[in-house]
């Protein structure tokens, strides 16, 4: 079992930077592949990106790819969503989410959810 709190949410300007932390209390996270999630309101939760340490494999999204990044203190037990060059589109509700095995996008295959940051970006 493994909890997940996501924190860093806030209110940014287009062009902007945000980091946001998922910290981890249980297992290590390096015993788990972790997704980062977004849901803006009245659509789908979509894939952000996702990383599993183990294999060394980072997949990211195409609106992701080249702006956010994702990296881990294991002193934390905290992975961190670094996201750059914010575009009001981005502005979502955003989790960070852990399972077992590989990387997928799809938010039915992973186990442990924390409970959101809400990240909004202004124009």
């Known amino acids: 079992q493994v909890q997940l709190v996501e924190s860093g949410g806030g209110l940014v300007q287009a062009g902007g930077s945000l980091r946001l932390s998922c910290a981890a209390s249980?297992?290590?996270?390096?015993?788990?592949?972790i997704g980062w999630f977004r849901q803006a309101p009245g659509k789908e939760r979509e894939f952000v990106l996702g990383?599993?340490?183990?294999?060394?494999?980072?997949y990211y999204s195409t609106f992701a790819k080249g702006r956010f990044s994702i990296s881990r203190d294991n002193a934390k037990n905290t992975v961190y969503l670094q996201m750059n060059s914010l575009k009001p589109e981005d502005t979502a509700a955003y989790y960070c989410?852990?399972?077992?095995?590989?990387?997928?996008?799809?938010?039915?295959?992973?186990?442990?959810w924390g409970q959101g940051t809400q990240v909004t970006v202004s124009s």
């Open positions: 989410a852990a399972k077992s095995g590989g990387i997928y996008g799809n938010p039915r295959m992973y186990d442990y």
């Open positions: 249980g297992r290590a996270f390096s015993n788990y592949t």
């Open positions: 990383r599993s340490w183990s294999a060394d494999i980072t």
